[in-house]
């Protein structure tokens, strides 16, 4: 965006104030503020209707480009390795807070009396959730169902294939490829289109989340509230501003420039509102195409750190707040089950709630009744990781790519600084 535009322009300034005006609307009319849910409920499909589209091209284009398979691999390896060490850091920082503060503890909640019908959607979903039937639905029955189910990790998958037969066709492919490229520039363009709804779909968003749920689940919960906030934004300056310091840009500006897309995955509680937004700005910002195309909606489901905070913070709230006292030794097995369990959390509708239900399904010494503790703060909880996940896979594209030698620094410098950024 030209720095020259009005400030009310700005798509930032209309979000914010959609923020306040949506809070107003919750708050003194929560009937009306819960039917405006359906604003943002339109824009997530808008924008989920063109992101299947978004990942196949740039996927495929991405590869196609390359010129060499042993360079797709070489990526993927250290997408997975990156993602790996981030994603067990993530769990083992929210485990270590919630040991520290210990926001469960006084609460004194008795299993029994807590309601099972609360959760019994979740937990049935859990049940038919497991990291083998995860693995196999990477594979999808056929290449137009991996769209209609608009499964992400099933288009790459084919996006993936579609890539690499083109770069072993050659120059004969190279029409296709061409093609291929003018669509992701329509693509783009529909986006644009698509995004101008941003703030009706912010403002719906809010107005529901303070009609739906008010004030006093903040309040009752508040305590659990305010420390995974402050531990998600301690992970974001420590552990990824530490990553992105000794990748070679600042955490602050990089923050700043996919400010847009932080206030709307924030206040629609959907990293997936902000995808193609996010691959395009990293593109702006240096990154190359194939960089970009493979390890963002990889990261989507691989790398999603707000989430592996909620999950060993909720499990272990919850053991505080019904008394149970896990050893180290216990604590310890749970990490290690969530590490397997956690790269499904956005396989499933409510992934970190369902995840988490689906390991304390598996791990009886924390009772699984307790999820209905966090059901009234489940939105409040999806707005902070949501924002962290997009957030974390942001810098790790970039990482990736300065790996890689894949990084334009001077056209990192100049997107970070805000210099004549188009979108």
């Known amino acids: 965006m030209s720095k020259d535009v009005p400030f009310y322009h700005s798509l930032i300034f209309q979000m914010l104030v959609a923020v306040i005006v949506g809070s107003v609307v919750g708050f003194l009319f929560p009937k009306f503020g819960i039917s405006l849910n359906i604003l943002a409920g339109s824009f997530i499909k808008l924008i989920k209707m063109i992101v299947d589209l978004l990942i196949f091209t740039t996927v495929s284009i991405g590869v196609a480009k390359l010129g060499d398979v042993k360079k797709v691999g070489r990526i993927g390896i250290k997408s997975l390795i990156y993602f790996e060490v981030v994603s067990t850091v993530a769990l083992a920082f929210g485990l270590i807070t919630v040991n520290v503060f210990k926001p469960g503890s006084g609460m004194n909640i008795d299993p029994t009396q807590l309601d099972v019908n609360l959760i019994a959607g979740y937990t049935t979903n859990a049940k038919a959730f ?244 966090l059901l009234g703060i489940e939105r409040f909880m999806d707005s902070m990781r949501s924002a962290t996940n997009l957030l974390g896979n942001g810098i790790a594209t970039m990482v990736i790519a300065k790996w890689d030698n894949q990084l334009d620094n001077h056209q990192m410098n100049k997107a970070l600084n805000g210099e004549a950024i188009e979108i």
């Open 130 to 373: 497991n990291t083998v039937d995860f693995i196999l639905n990477i594979i999808p029955s056929s290449a137009v169902n991996a769209f209609a189910q608009g499964n992400i990790l099933q288009v790459l998958l084919f996006a993936l294939f579609v890539g690499f037969a083109l770069l072993n066709i050659g120059k004969r492919a190279e029409p296709i490829v061409d093609m291929i490229d003018r669509c992701t520039d329509v693509i783009f363009a529909i986006v644009n289109i698509i995004m101008k709804l941003a703030p009706l779909a912010v403002f719906g968003a809010i107005s529901y989340t303070i009609g739906e749920f008010g004030i006093s689940s903040l309040i009752s919960l508040g305590k659990l509230i305010a420390l995974f906030y402050l531990t998600n934004l301690f992970f974001i300056v420590v552990i990824l501003g530490g990553i992105a310091y000794i990748t070679g840009f600042s955490i602050w500006k990089f923050s700043k420039y996919l400010g847009e897309e932080l206030v709307l995955v924030f206040c629609t509680a959907s990293s997936e509102s902000a995808l193609p937004r996010l691959i395009r700005k990293l593109e702006i910002a240096g990154c190359s195409v194939p960089i970009v195309g493979f390890v963002v909606p990889t990261g989507y489901s691989f790398n999603l750190a707000g989430s592996y905070i909620y999950l060993t913070m909720g499990a272990i709230f919850i053991a505080q707040a019904t008394n149970i006292d896990l050893n180290m030794a216990q604590q310890f097995g749970l990490l290690c089950i969530f590490l397997l369990t956690s790269k499904g959390v956005a396989g499933v509708t409510a992934g970190g709630f369902v995840v988490l239900a689906g390991t304390l399904s598996i791990f009886p010494d924390v009772p699984l009744v307790g999820l209905g503790l």
